[in-house]
């Protein structure tokens, strides 16, 4: 290892994740692209009992104290694991962990869950559009939606009806999918078939458009097929939604999310959800909301919309973990 002034800015952000322990580097991770967190990722493997002295140097500039430990790299792939497990997802993070840890050059539809959405709108570009539809349904519901926004109109509608109409895509066909993307399957991913796409999917993707564009898809879907219009909407969880979420739901979303997200989403929330979020909230946190609302001065639409989806994707998160319940209490819990 080289001396401290010889690092390089990756190697010093290995060392200071590697120090903060497992939650903070976790939280940290989360606002960092999928290249900054592969690179991040490599570089932590590559570390070997790093003296506390270089550690104290390159944590001088953000903290005051360093804790008392001796040596850094011990378990390094355990922790990876888990760090990663805890910022990305299981499943986002086992394509990253295979490429850090086991040196695996995953590639293909895989690769293009890191890729910036317009590359990957540009690689599928002059595809024929039951390809496009297969993987975008493939990407995360984020992604897919970024990904459709360099589409034109009449494309996106195609893809996302598309993506409606799939069920289950059997792995010969994903082979060859990875294979035109020079990738192949490992083990049993290629023995399985793979459930893909779905009207659930397409109202997934539609939650993490723009307002503009979600408007404009579902004019084109209604157009089409009025019936499956219906049942996108129907799956769609949007931000007024959250009124119907119970007490305990929301107070586990609030643990979650910003101030500064929640006071920007409920500029644009009407006064009922407003009330749902104080009387889940402590009176003194209550009172400091409100403040902060009324004296927040005027925002942008889009600035509003994007606080309000990222609230949306920590409560589908929640929901997929079991954590909380979307769209209320439902059926009696046993």
Known sequence: MTDESE?????????LLISLGESDAAEIL???????VQRIGEAMTQLDN???????????DF?????????????NDRYIRAMLNQALGEEKAKTLIDRILFSTNTSGLDTMRWMDPRQVAEALRYEHPQIQAVVVAYLDADQAAAVLSFFDEKSRLEILMRIAALDRIQPQA???????FESQFAGSKASQSRTLGGVRS?????NFMESSLEAELMEGIRDNDEGLAGEISDLMFVFENLADV???????????????????????????????????????????????????????VSEVEEAQKEILTVARRLADEGEIMLGGSGEEMI
Do not use: Y
Not at 30 to 36: A, D, F, R, S
Not at 50 to 60: G, L, N, T
Not at 63 to 75: A, L, R
């Open 246 to 300: 119970d007490d305990r739901g929301i107070q586990v979303i609030l643990r979650e999310i910003s101030t500064d997200s929640l006071v920007l989403a409920l500029k644009g929330a009407d006064t009922a959800l407003q009330e749902k979020i104080f009387k889940n909230m402590s009176k003194r946190a209550a009172e400091l909301l409100r403040d902060d609302l009324e004296a927040k001065g005027p925002v942008r």
């Open 50 to 60: 790093v003296p506390q002295s270089r550690v104290e140097a390159v944590v001088a």
């Open 30 to 36: 989360k606002h960092l692209g999928p290249k900054e």
């Open 202 to 206: 397409a109202a997934n993707i539609m």
């Open 7 to 15: 690092l390089n800015d990756i190697q010093k952000a290995a060392i």
């Open 174 to 180: 994903l082979q060859e999918l990875n294979d035109m």
């Open 63 to 75: 903290m005051n104290v360093v804790s008392d430990q001796t040596g850094i790299g011990i378990n």
